[in-house]
Structure formats: structure tokens, C-alpha cells
């Protein structure tokens, strides 16, 4: 058993976790592949981009939080196998584990006892007048908001072809199940199961209380575009990365990505867990 790693360096403690980590592993007969970053990260020459993974690992560690998890979506590309993230601090919804918990992960990676959420990822394309399009992969969300501007600002979405709305708001998210959990619902939004088929499109502070958040299903294509001609162009992020100025006439299409994401849970774990724990629901 191949086990790629990718750690984020500007976390407390990435180190010590990940030659612990790679102890563990060693231990149980798995042998441990760094990206070229975490190999920097332990004084080590070589390593191999995370973009190569798929062809060397059968399953990636990604140790940090669900910030490092999400740009580990991008930076794993096509790599559609187990993920398991190792949260370092408290336990996150994207994370597989804590990181004392590692003796527990290498033993249950060893012998197979894991099972794998399969997350649905969002594909958004920029079209603007006379350039290529420009496309990106986002696990939690795509945002656009305003810029620089201190006002609300005109948008307009459209599902299938057909006008939903034009909002006078802070900006619009169109997240996935997964990105229930984090922007939309700090929005507003509704919680999703992980494996509902859905989008919901969530407005931020919209200017009117009636505009509500929108659950869609995932065959769904929605457009956005800049109505506001006159506060500049607003900007468009990916998983709160990729900050991207989108001014009038340009448009983005939103639609569920061809590949999909693999969570790795442990045994007995589940988002039902997280959710209890991170929301500190008491029951009665």
C-alpha cells in the first residue's frame, strides 16, 4: 500500500504529525509518498507533485485542516480515490481523523477498514468576450460578491436557460452538499446530506428578506453574470481561493464537474458525527 502525503507547512505541528504519521505507516508495511512540498517541508530531496499521485499511491493523507483539504482538491487533480484527511487541532467535517489518532488510521489503511464518502465537485467556467474560457473545480463553493465596492450589488442567475432571479445583494454561492456545511451556511443556508443530488444557491444579505436560498438538483446548470455597471467588478472565488474579477458582459456557468471527490471515513465515523460535534448539538 502506496500512501501519498501532503501536509500544510504553516500549520503548528505539521512536522512532528508527519514523521509520525510516516512511522505509523512504516509500521504496518505501507510505504509513505511525499509531495514535492512536504519533502521540502522534512529537509528531504525528491518527492513527486500531487498532480502525479494518481499514478503512484493508492490512497492520499492530507494533513492540516479543511482549508488545506480543500486546495488539496486542486492540487490532486484527477485523482479519484480515497482522500483521508488528518485534521491537526480539532475535527473538521472534511477531516478523517484527528492527529492523535494516526496509530488507529495506519492500522485501519493497512487492513482495509474504511469506507469512502463520494462528494460531488463543481465545475465553473468564465467566458469573456474575446479571451478563452477559464475553468475551475471547487468541493464546498463558487462565490460571486462584490469588490472593492462598499454597497450591494445587481446579479443575475439563471438554472437551465431559464431567469431564477437578478439579486441586489453582497453576493451569491452556489455551493454543494459538501459546502452546505461552511460559507452558505454562515449565509443562511440549509445542512445537506453529503449524498443528496443538490446545489443550493444561497444569497449573501440580500437587500430584500424574500430572497431566500434555492435548492436545485445537481444536472442543473446555473449562469451568473455582473448587472452592476457601476461599482466595478466584483470577484469571483473558488473554495475561497482564485480571486478573479468578473466585470458586465462577462458570465459564469456552474455545473456539476465530471469527477468527483472520495472521502475516506474510518469505521464507525460518519457527517452525522461531525455535525453533533462541531455544531455541539446537546439533544434533550
Request: with cysteine.
Amino acid at each position: 500500500m502506496n500512501v501519498g502525503i501532503l501536509v500544510n507547512p504553516h500549520k503548528p505541528g505539521s512536522l512532528p504529525t508527519l514523521h509520525a504519521l510516516r512511522a505509523a505507516l512504516k509500521a504496518r508495511g505501507c510505504h509513505a509518498v511525499l509531495d514535492e512540498e512536504t519533502a521540502q517541508l522534512a529537509g528531504e530531496n525528491g518527492g513527486i507533485p500531487a498532480s502525479k499521485f494518481a499514478a503512484h499511491v493508492q490512497i492520499a493523507a492530507v494533513l492540516g485542516g479543511d482549508g488545506t483539504m480543500l486546495h488539496a482538491v486542486s492540487r490532486l487533480g484527477n485523482f479519484e480515490k480515497p482522500v483521508a484527511g488528518i485534521n491537526i487541532g480539532t475535527l473538521g467535517f472534511l477531516t478523517s481523523c484527528k492527529d492523535d489518532e494516526l496509530e488507529i488510521f495506519a492500522a485501519a489503511v493497512a487492513e482495509g477498514r474504511y469506507t469512502t464518502s463520494v462528494r460531488t465537485l463543481l465545475e465553473a467556467t468564465i467566458y469573456r468576450q474575446g479571451k478563452p474560457p477559464e475553468s475551475f473545480v471547487a468541493l464546498n463553493e463558487v462565490t460571486l460578491a462584490r469588490g472593492d465596492t462598499g454597497r450591494l450589488v445587481s446579479m443575475r442567475a439563471c438554472v437551465d436557460g431559464e431567469l431564477l432571479n437578478d439579486y441586489r445583494a453582497d453576493g451569491l454561492i452556489v455551493a454543494t452538499p459538501t459546502g452546505s456545511t461552511a460559507y452558505s451556511l454562515s449565509a443562511g443556508g440549509p445542512l445537506i446530506a453529503p449524498n443528496a443530488a443538490v446545489f443550493v444557491i444561497t444569497p449573501i444579505c440580500p437587500h430584500s428578506l424574500s430572497q431566500r436560498s434555492l435548492v436545485l438538483a445537481d444536472h442543473s446548470v446555473v449562469e451568473l453574470s455582473s448587472e452592476d455597471r457601476e461599482s466595478g467588478p466584483m470577484i469571483f472565488t473558488v473554495d475561497g481561493r482564485d480571486n478573479i474579477h468578473i466585470g458586465p458582459g462577462d458570465r459564469i456557468e456552474v455545473k456539476k464537474a465530471a469527477r468527483s471527490f472520495h472521502l475516506l471515513r474510518l469505521e464507525g465515523r460518519s457527517f452525522y458525527d461531525a455535525l453533533r460535534q462541531k455544531l455541539h448539538w446537546q439533544g434533550v
